[in-house]
């Protein structure tokens, strides 16, 4: 998710503390068509997660449960695209019955990205948002207690709730020649107003944030992100002068809170089956 696969792949990169990662990140919105002219640019360099591979549409499906202040600072925040700001989520796999929770917090400084990361087993996530005297159970060791730690510290700190739920698939490439870089396509993006700690909602109020509509373009778009430490590979300088990807900006839980909290834009209520 993000960075793993459902099989716990996770290579990292050095930083002060051994649960937080750190990397730089580079999105762009692209069509099909470009779409596939980078796959093949990047065949040479990276391979498909084993685990998407598996899939029949060489993706896997992740959730994730965004959380804010009352007053959505942190979307603020993040709208105005301050220096310094943070996301808070919880995160799992979609189609993985036994997956674990993840406790993130994603934190970005002019262009540098901090993430912490720890797992939890799925019967305890809730307890622990639920309750703000709830102990991390001792199962819970080593990097991911300390990552588990400081995400109930600034929740916890901050009185978040729940906000919105968002659902997409990620066609997740890794290269095999770098520590670290990958390549991700994430399609299917929508998300679901949410105000209660859980990950399955009615499944009436699913909205569309990557389709045409909303994009105002002719088709769907896709997220494609290019992640690597602060030595980008040469590689992907080429592969984006190639491709001619112009840098731009997205982001999942922006959208996901304009969709549902903002003005009165007309938007598509379509489900997954509706994108083009």
Not at 114 to 124: A, D, T
Not at 137 to 148: H, I, T, W
Not at 164 to 179: H, K, M, N
Not at 258 to 269: D, K, M, N, Q, T
């Amino acid at each position: 998710m993000g960075e793993t696969s459902p099989r716990m792949r996770n290579p990292q990169v050095a930083t002060d503390s051994p649960s937080i990662i750190e990397r730089r990140e580079y999105k762009f919105l692209i069509d099909r068509e470009t779409a596939a002219r980078v796959r093949a640019a990047i065949a040479p360099f990276c391979a498909l997660d084993p685990y998407a591979a598996a899939s029949p549409s060489r993706t896997y499906a992740i959730d994730t449960l965004y959380f804010d202040t009352p007053e959505l600072s942190l979307f603020w925040a993040n709208d105005a695209e301050l220096v310094d700001r943070v996301k808070l989520r919880v995160r799992t796999y979609a189609d993985v019955p036994d997956s674990p929770m993840f406790f993130e917090v994603k934190r970005r400084i002019n262009d540098v990205i901090s993430k912490s990361r720890g797992k939890v087993p799925r019967s305890m996530w809730r307890a622990l948002m639920a309750d703000e005297g709830a102990r991390i159970p001792e199962s819970v060791v080593g990097k991911d207690r300390l990552a588990v730690e400081r995400f109930l510290a600034i929740s916890r700190s901050m009185h978040v709730r729940p906000f919105t739920l968002v659902r997409y698939d990620r066609e997740p490439y890794f290269s095999t020649i770098d520590d670290y870089a990958r390549v991700t396509f994430d399609t299917r993006i929508r998300a679901h107003r949410m105000d209660a700690l859980t990950f399955e909602p009615d499944g009436s109020g699913w909205r569309a944030l990557d389709d045409a509509l909303t994009q105002r373009a002719t088709q769907s778009c896709i997220v494609l992100e290019l992640k690597f430490t602060n030595n980008v590979p040469l590689w992907l300088v080429n592969v984006a002068r190639s491709v001619g990807l112009v840098r731009g900006a997205y982001s999942k839980y922006g959208n996901s809170i304009r969709a549902f909290y903002e003005g009165a834009e007309p938007r598509s209520p379509r489900f997954a089956g509706g994108w083009r």
